[in-house]
């Protein structure tokens, strides 16, 4: 196998998106790395989950910039301190720039839990997105993953996978089945567009 594809992966909260890809990058032949944990949350999981795994994370706290601009500028300078090829959004609450996404061109991929273009765009996140399908009386849900463009979920899709909505869901027991689907669905991504491009 040639190199491997650095990736940072852009956090706000729990992880368990960022940690099924740290697990999948501990198979030797798996062709990715993470190399850098980017938080605007100092409280999120996920940077217990970065430090256990010994992966260098950083703290950008959107609250401490006066602009969004200032806030991307200074993930920018930590992202080009090493090489970086792929930004994972993994449950990273903010949205990006036109600005700052035009700087990694193909280079920003996001997980969504619901089956894109359905439950996407500003508002639809986290819980909100399981609520919404379960009150629209929608038989199937699942995740997506997608290349990141400044208008919200629209990118083109990489991946998507699709998962039952059972009558008894509530939008816990169906976030929790589509968390499992998509564990798996974004390393698989990754790995495709690794070895698309390595
Ligand atoms: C995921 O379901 C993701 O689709 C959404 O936020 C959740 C993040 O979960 N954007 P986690 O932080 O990876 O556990």
Redesign the pocket.
Known sequence: MSKKLNLAVF?S??????QSIIDACEAKDYPAKVKLVVSNNPEAY?LVRAKNANIPSVIINHKSFKTRHDFESAITKELTKQPIDLICL??FMRILTADFISQWPDQIIN???SLLPKFGGEGM??DNVHKAVIAAGETQSG?SIHYVIPEVDKGRLIAQISVPVLENDTYETLGERV?AE?HELYVNAIKKIAVERT
């Open positions: 956090i909260g729990s992880g368990s998106n960022l996920g993994a449950g997980t969504h839990p996140f986290g995740a968390r998509e």
